[in-house]
């Protein structure tokens, strides 16, 4: 996993990529989406400035980073569809 120095980014910017980070307890296609998501926000963090767009591509991103990885956990019914 990529890691990134958020050393003099702005609070926004380093609560996001925290809350992004891939969860340890997951496994198996939850963990593969998790570990994307994260790379792929620390390519954009990388790439981009601090601002409020960047601010809601991070949330944007996990909100679907949390969405793939709750489908990937019913699909492999380690959670049960109601």
Same mark, same amino acid.
């Given at each position: 996993?990529?890691?990134? &120095?958020? *050393?003099?980014?702005? +609070?926004?910017?380093? %609560?996001?990529?925290?809350?992004?980070?891939?969860?340890?307890?997951? &496994?198996?296609?939850?963990?593969?989406?998790?570990?994307?998501?994260?790379? %792929? *926000?620390?390519?954009?963090?990388?790439?981009?400035? &601090?601002?409020?767009?960047?601010?809601?591509?991070?949330?944007?991103?996990? +909100?679907?980073? &949390?969405?793939?990885?709750i489908q990937?956990?019913?699909?492999? %019914?380690?959670?049960?569809?109601?």
């Amino acid at each position: 996993m990529t890691t990134i &120095d958020l *050393a003099g980014r702005n +609070e926004a910017t380093r %609560h996001l990529m925290r809350t992004m980070r891939p969860n340890p307890n997951l &496994d198996g296609i939850a963990l593969d989406i998790s570990v994307a998501a994260w790379e %792929h *926000a620390v390519q954009m963090v990388s790439l981009l400035g &601090d601002g409020p767009e960047l601010s809601a591509g991070l949330r944007k991103l996990r +909100e679907a980073k &949390d969405t793939f990885v709750i489908q990937a956990l019913l699909d492999s %019914h380690v959670i049960s569809d109601p």
